[in-house]
């Protein structure tokens, strides 16, 4: 891994024209992006705040933007619909994010899309840096320390007070100069048409779903063991969905997960021992009683199941169920961990984990390196990633020896 260079750090406290104020209104967004408009070719720092741990939505409640021929731009995207002088002229940069794939759906729903991408956290992951936040990418580039403790803010509240303003304003001052470094080191170490690679696949990829769209995704589910708590537990969560998503709130500012589970996990016992497990000051409990019986109620054929069913299986449960697939799967891991040792990048970046397994379920002997490249570009591999992995795939498989049976 990268060992970051050993040099003072100086913090960065304020902008270096100065905190610019909120836009608000249509003219002074015009008049920034007339500015940018004389530097057409220049790339444009992006970044946007939620408040994920406050409501429902994914929306972007502020945007920063910065090229240096216009300087820095907070928008307020509450205030208005975002002109199309605006859209055009971002349609037609480079952008510079930060985790990219965190900001660009919230941008996308206000019609925001680049034409190119540079993502400073894939670009670090590329080059193998052991840390991958914006602070520490900052710090260890330019030396300069990047407060991070408004990241978790309530981005809905307004006004918004000067000291998240300058916060927000820091996190695009530097990226561009950022980029230019990362992309020095990208091609010296021969990974930047790999950069490009993963950099585009960011930007054309299907938006994901800003939250778990299914119940299955509850932390904590696994300590439920029966079909009637699970039941509990997925009509609680519809309700809870429904109810954040009506109030506009984080389903946790309704019922937090663990509280939820260790519901359910009560609710086939009866009401008393249900409502003993939510917290006190739970408000409704006798609604969430009701929900919760919804569940218990169903007649057997109408119960979910264990796990749901899924293609390849879940790799938890390789090790008992499928154990020839299981000890493969470990040989072949292993061997891609090491191919990833060698090229200093992590190994999920050099082939995406549930990517892996998909194609050791399906493969108990090497098919030949050339159909292994065909196989992974058709389960979403970048070519780089292929080019990569299919000679240690079918050298492991080749290599793979099977443990004596018992």
Known sequence: MTVP????????????????????????????????????????????????SYRYS????????????????????LAFTMPGTLRDLLAEREWVLHAADQDLPSLAELGLRPAALFDTELA????????????????????????????AADWSRRPLPEGWLTYAALDVEVLVEVRDLLAERLAEAGKDEWARQEFEHERTRELSAPRSASWRGLHGLGGLRTARQLAAAREMWSRRDALASEQDLSPHRIL?????????????????????????????????????RTGIDLPPAHLPERTER?????????????????DRYQAVRSAIGDRAEDLELPTENLLQPALLRHWVWEH???????????????????????????PVLARALEEYVPPAAD
């Open 5 to 52: 260079h050993a040099r003072p750090v100086t913090a960065l406290k304020a902008p270096r024209d100065g905190l610019v104020p909120v836009i608000d209104r249509i003219q002074p967004l015009l008049a920034w992006c007339e500015a940018a408009a004389t530097a057409p070719v220049e790339a444009v720092a992006v970044d946007a705040e939620r408040a994920s």
């Open 58 to 77: 994914n929306r972007a409640y502020l945007i920063q933007l910065r090229t240096e021929a216009a300087g820095t731009a907070l928008i307020d995207p």
């Open 124 to 151: 670090a992951r590329l080059l193998g840096m052991d840390r991958v936040g914006l602070g520490a990418v900052v710090e260890e580039t330019l030396g300069l320390h990047l407060a991070k403790e408004h990241s």
């Open 256 to 292: 937090r997960d663990k509280d939820l589970v260790a519901a359910a996990k009560e609710a086939p016992r009866g009401r008393e021992a249900f409502e003993r497990a939510l917290p006190s000051r739970t408000p409704k409990k006798d609604q969430w009683w009701q929900v919760a």
């Open 310 to 326: 899924s293609y390849p299986p879940p790799h938890k449960l390789w090790s008992k169920k499928h154990p020839e697939v299981w």
């Open 364 to 390: 108990a002997t090497s098919p030949g390196e050339a159909l292994i490249v065909e196989e992974l570009l058709a389960l979403g591999a970048r070519p780089w990633q292929a080019e990569q992995t299919a």
